[in-house]
């Protein structure tokens, strides 16, 4: 629950909403798993197994992680200094450990072109692993999330989707990355029922998703995001993370 309103705090901040949250979290983890929640493991089922790197409420790849620290590094830096001036003692002095860690972490994400093929190489190191952690931090974690969703919602605005994106829209570029979303929620409703889900994943990535590879096309795949998080958001995980707004 701590690192639910932690999350929840961070959300509200930049800009984003409780049913984006929450249906969001339902759809990626379950509706019920925990911050260190990971892809294949969102039930507890006998011989699970983790199936990628994607973890916590929205699932960040571990690329993801460097990208976002090589790329928004520096606001997560502002973010922990802030609360650092606001502590003292014992808290404070671990925030400002922290705050040195970060600042290693962001510089070896630099050491690379800020391009998406050289950070999955970083990614894929025992470093880039250790980057990735910081989503179970609870004071970087939510900010490194939240600021992934956010880039999309800028995204959309960018590209000249100015409505609202609802959690099934959000989640669409949350899954398959932004511009491949973007085109599925800016495709017209014609075209929604003819093409194919294919063409918006990796191979590997689609044939992993059952949500997307059993709704083959692009209105089957939106409307059945929408169903599963009808149904989950039901469960107790999605209720805490509702209530910790």
Do not use: C
């Not at 969001?24 to 493991?41: R, T």
């Not at 705050?99 to 950070?119: L, Q, Y």
């Not at 025992?126 to 910081?134: D, E, K, Q, S, T």
């Not at 990355?177 to 990535?205: C, E, H, I, Y």
């Amino acid at each position: 629950m701590e690192y639910k309103r932690a999350y929840a705090k961070a959300a509200l901040a930049a800009g984003l909403t409780k049913p984006q949250i929450v249906r969001i979290y339902a759809f990626e983890s379950g509706g019920n798993g925990g911050y260190d929640v990971q892809a294949g493991l969102e039930y507890n089922s006998p011989g699970a197994r983790a199936i990628n790197s994607a973890l916590g409420y929205n699932q960040l790849l571990n690329t993801n992680s460097v990208e976002l620290l090589a790329e928004k590094g520096d606001r997560f830096i502002d973010a922990l200094k802030a609360r650092a001036a606001g502590s003292s003692g014992e808290t404070k002095a671990a925030l400002e450990r922290k705050i040195d860690a970060v600042r290693r972490m962001i510089a070896f994400s630099r050491t690379v072109p800020d391009d998406w093929n050289e950070h999955d190489k970083l990614a894929n190191t025992p470093r880039g692993f250790a980057v990735h952690a910081l989503n179970l931090d609870i004071d970087v974690g939510p900010l490194l999330q939240t600021q992934k969703l956010v880039d999309s919602v800028h995204f959309a605005r960018s590209k000249g989707h100015t409505a609202p994106l609802t959690a099934a829209e959000l989640e669409m570029m949350n899954l398959t990355g932004d511009g491949n979303g973007l085109d599925m929620v800016m495709m017209p409703p014609a075209l929604r029922d003819k093409v194919p889900t294919s063409n918006f994943f990796q191979q590997g990535g689609y044939s992993r998703n059952p949500v997307a590879s059993r709704n083959n096309v692009v209105a089957k795949l939106i409307a059945a995001t929408d169903a599963k998080m009808d149904r989950e958001v039901q469960l107790q995980g999605a209720r805490d993370m509702a209530a910790a707004f």
